[in-house]
């Protein structure tokens, strides 16, 4: 869940579930929905695809999307690519705020997205290469970090090497449990600030 002070995006892992969530959002000021396709669930999701791609004309917010090739979910690795490369087709040209899971699978994320030049992609809990944060900050990437990068070393490091011009928050609740995100950016001596103005700028974007 992407998250600034003011406004909170709530991010779904399937239409079905966006679908199922949108009348609670109507007329909340300070609350919006993604509608996602999230790639662990690729294999149960599958038959939805066209679904997603319906539903883009509702939102200006999509997430969670992406690849993920870690342990568990490698073994739909063609399936998830045919997936994303969809979607990532279906976002070219819409300004949209897109939040992007990459885990164990960074720069076929980035060749993908890259490719198909999504306009506002935001690498959601990014635990790639460092060497890959210049590439996607060249192409307009944010990340949005969250407690749990700050309290490891990795976490840290990565969050170093991310200009505050691109860096946004996450609680990434329930999956990550209570979060105080901004108390922890604090306490690595980050203006939170300026993560508010940098979300404001996107929402601005694409009103």
Sequence with gaps: MEQSERVTIGMTNSPSHYLMGRPHFYGLRHSRLAVGFHPQLVRQINSELSTFVSCLDSTSYVGEIGLDFSEDYVSTKPLQIACFEKICSNLKGKSKLVSIH???AERETVEIINRNEVSIPIFHWYSGPLSLIPQIIEFG???????AMTLSEKGRRIISKIPLDRLLTESDA????KSNILQAL????IDTEIIYNNFKTLINTIK
């Design 102 to 104: 990459s885990r164990k």
């Design 141 to 147: 990437g944010y990340f949005s970090v969250n407690e």
């Design 186 to 189: 604090k306490n690595l001596h």
């Design 174 to 177: 329930p999956y990550n449990g």
